[in-house]
């Protein structure tokens, strides 16, 4: 079983570059999410669909935006990367509620230079 | 988005009880109390979830106060496998585009001794 995938797993950009972090779940789910995790701190988390065609800005929206494409793929976009955005980003997806579990990918490491 | 509270580690040695305390005296009346754990260089890994009675699984023990402001995760024997950092959440209950939202806090830091 897939579950949660997200590529790539790990990334150097250079500051101004752009790129998009991919995420695709098979477990038919409903609700998907990006976050963010520094190094020694907790995650964070990007945004937020809580169904298809929908998105919601989670704590940390600024410099990322998002396109729920379908209901299997939520992609993380970075327009101009920063230093500041270097990370581990994580991908999960649920079914809607909040009487479910989340399932989580096992994380892009990404290096802004 | 109500707020968790949890000691920023603890200790212990295998195959005795751990007790991780959660508070959340903001929490809603909608609002399910999960718990992640978060291995080495792993993504989080659900552990339980309740919203007012105690829960059990194959991995841990979810005990909830009366009034709901604070939690217990009871993890039985603690192995080596055990040492992660566990997460306390409130998953938003509330409608509209937050419904469903899962906010991580800080965590706490489970060493396990041999």
């Known amino acids: 079983n897939a579950g949660v995938t997200q590529t790539p797993k790990f990334q150097v950009l250079k500051t101004g570059q752009s790129m998009t972090l991919q995420c695709a779940q098979d477990m038919n789910h409903n609700s998907m999410y990006w976050y963010r995790q520094d190094p020694g701190m907790g995650l964070r988390l990007i945004y937020y669909s809580a169904s298809e065609g929908t998105t919601d800005k989670g704590e940390v929206p600024n410099g990322y935006n998002v396109s729920r494409l379908n209901k299997r793929e939520f992609s993380l976009r970075l327009e101009s990367a920063a230093p500041s955005q270097t990370s581990v980003y994580f991908c999960?997806?649920?079914?809607?509620?909040?009487?479910?579990?989340?399932?989580f990918g096992q994380g892009t490491r990404l290096t802004v230079v | 988005d109500a707020k968790t509270t949890q000691p920023n580690s603890m200790e212990s040695n295998e195959e005795e009880p751990v007790h991780l305390p959660c508070n959340h005296s903001t929490i809603s009346g909608t609002d399910y109390i999960h718990w992640y754990r978060q291995l080495p260089s792993q993504g989080p890994e659900y552990v339980i979830h309740?919203?007012?009675s105690n829960v059990n699984n194959r991995m841990a023990s979810l005990a909830i106060a009366e009034d709901r402001k604070s939690s217990t995760l009871i993890l039985h024997r603690a192995t080596l496998r055990d040492a992660a950092v566990y997460y306390c959440?409130?998953?938003?209950?509330?409608?509209?585009?937050?419904?469903?939202?899962?906010?991580f806090g800080q965590g706490t830091i489970l060493t396990v001794h041999p």
């Open positions: 999960a997806s649920s079914v809607r509620g909040v009487n479910t579990e989340a399932f």
């Open positions: 309740g919203l007012t």
């Open positions: 959440i409130l998953r938003d209950g509330t409608g509209g585009t937050s419904y469903g939202k899962l906010t």
